[in-house]
């Protein structure tokens, strides 16, 4: 709601709760796609990323992977991880949009389109914030 004090503010509240070691990997995924969006922490994600995936080595967390290496303005090796181990794996519309912009930023804009519409169809699932970065596709 563009409240950066409260943003950080509940940003430090998540991570030191998180941080148990007793929840292990649990909450991975949420980290990876909050360090994702922060500079400072992008190669860190990596490393998170690949313990997720040698203990759950699923579509999903293969698309953790690609993003993180999106993210860390490797786009050629996310597009290598998304057309080898999430595209037709699943139809988790997170991993969709993901995979969307990685085909996108790779110069597939007619794979990325006809993911954008499909997308379309799960605004509701991903969120009001999700729409533009989909209509952006």
């Known amino acids: 709601m563009g409240n950066s004090v409260e943003k950080e503010k ?23 796609i909050l360090f994702a969006e922060n500079e400072e922490n ?5 490393e998170i990323v690949k313990q997720e995936v040698e203990e759950r080595p699923n ?9 993180a290496y999106f993210k860390n303005n490797n ?14 794996n699943t139809f ?3 991993a969709l949009l993901h995979t969307a912009q990685i085909l ?10 006809n ?6 169809g799960a605004i509701y699932e991903l969120g009001p914030n999700a729409e533009q970065e989909i209509k952006n596709i």
Request: glycine share 2%; hydrophobic share 40%; net charge positive.
């Open 92 to 94: 988790e519309p997170e």
């Open 42 to 46: 992008r190669l860190k994600v990596i």
């Open 59 to 67: 579509a999903q967390s293969y698309d953790l992977l690609a993003w």
């Open 115 to 120: 993911l954008k519409l499909e997308l379309l």
């Open 10 to 32: 509940q940003l430090t509240l998540y991570y030191n709760a998180v941080n148990k070691k007793d929840y292990g990997v649990m909450y991975a995924k949420y980290n990876v």
């Open 75 to 88: 786009k050629t090796k996310a597009l290598e991880i998304v057309e080898k181990y999430v595209i037709n």
């Open 104 to 113: 996108k930023a790779n110069g597939k804009k007619n794979k990325a389109t």
